[in-house]
């Protein structure tokens, strides 16, 4: 656990490092998409992001500190086998889906065991409201009855 923890706290320290280090800023006179989010703002440090994510799950279903840093900690590590998986293949998505796969149960399974069974019930609750399902009844298609 420790050496996870100083691991990931060199990591921090050498990324932090080196953005510091640029010698001139690029100007640039258009914002270009680096990544399939909102904005403009380019590719997020997966450190970051991870502690954005636990932090807002911490939030939504009442984590306590202990779970709050495994979850962070899990999410980093998904993060670095998905950049890891993307450097293997490539935009050839179907070659990686079976790894991607497995990875995913994996990282699921590891979820399950950080929270309480309560935690995770809402959890994917949650998950699947985000995809998207509840929202809609019949598959999403909707019956328009003519008027006569």
């Known amino acids: 656990m420790k050496k996870t923890l100083m691991l990931?706290?060199?990591?921090?320290?050498?990324?932090?490092?080196?953005?510091?280090?640029?010698?001139?800023?690029?100007?640039?006179?258009?914002?270009?998409?680096m990544h399939g989010g909102k904005g403009g703002h380019g590719p997020k440090d997966p450190a970051k992001m991870a502690d954005h994510k636990a932090g807002k799950m911490a939030k939504e279903?009442?984590?306590?500190?202990?779970?709050?840093?495994?979850?962070?900690?899990?999410?980093?590590?998904?993060?670095?086998?998905?950049?890891?998986?993307?450097?293997?293949?490539?935009?050839d998505r179907n070659a990686a889906r079976t790894e991607m796969k497995?990875?995913?149960e994996k990282y699921e399974a590891q979820l399950k065991s950080i929270l309480t069974p309560d935690q995770y019930a809402k959890f994917d609750k949650m998950k699947d409201e985000h995809r998207g399902h509840g929202k809609m009844q019949g598959g999403g298609k909707t019956k328009v009855k003519a008027k006569a």
């Open 8 to 33: 990931l706290a060199a990591l921090a320290f050498t990324t932090a490092g080196t953005s510091f280090a640029q010698t001139a800023p690029a100007t640039t006179t258009t914002k270009v998409k």
């Open 61 to 91: 279903l009442g984590l306590n500190a202990d779970q709050e840093a495994k979850v962070e900690q899990l999410f980093l590590a998904r993060q670095q086998e998905n950049q890891a998986l993307k450097a293997k293949y490539g935009a």
């Open 102 to 104: 497995a990875s995913h």
